[in-house]
C-alpha cells in the first residue's frame, strides 16, 4: 500500500538545524507536487512549504530565507531542510503529496503521519 513516512524530527535549541524527510513507497507511477504543513497546539495546520513537479517552489513568509524544500524524484522523496530554528517552529509537521498510484487515473492526495519538532529557547 502507498504510504507517506516522515522522518528527522525530534528537539532542537534555538539557532539550530534539522532535516525532514518524507519518503513515498509503495506502487507509485507519478507524483506531483509535494509539501509541507505544520500543526502547533491550538492552532490550525499551515503551509510551510511546497514544490512543484518542475521544481518550483512556495515558502511561509514566517520561514523564507532559513527553510528550503527540494525533492529527490528518483527516491519519491521530499526535504525540508530547517535553519536559524526558533520556537515558533514547535509543531508537528506533515509532508503530504499527489500521488497517480495507477496508471490513467487521477492524482490524489496522501499525507504522513506527523514528525514532531520541538525548538527550545
Known amino acids: 500500500q502507498v504510504q507517506l513516512v516522515e522522518s528527522g524530527g525530534g528537539l532542537m535549541q534555538a539557532g539550530g538545524s534539522l532535516r525532514l524527510s518524507c519518503a513515498a513507497s509503495?506502487?507509485?507511477?507519478?507524483?506531483?507536487?509535494m509539501g509541507w504543513y505544520r500543526q502547533a497546539p491550538g492552532k490550525q495546520r499551515e503551509l510551510v512549504a511546497v514544490?512543484?513537479?518542475?521544481?518550483?517552489?512556495n515558502y511561509a513568509d514566517s520561514v523564507k530565507g532559513r527553510f528550503t524544500i527540494s525533492r529527490d524524484n528518483a527516491k519519491n522523496t521530499v526535504y525540508l531542510q530547517m535553519d536559524s530554528l526558533k520556537p515558533e517552529d514547535t509543531a508537528v509537521y506533515y509532508c503530504?503529496?499527489?500521488?497517480?498510484?495507477?496508471?490513467?487515473?487521477?492524482?490524489?492526495?496522501?499525507w504522513g503521519q506527523g514528525t514532531q519538532v520541538t525548538v527550545s529557547s
Open positions: 514544490i512543484t513537479s518542475g521544481g518550483r517552489t
Open positions: 503530504n503529496a499527489d500521488l497517480q498510484v495507477r496508471l490513467y487515473t487521477a492524482y490524489v492526495r496522501y
Open positions: 509503495g506502487t507509485i507511477f507519478s507524483i506531483n507536487g
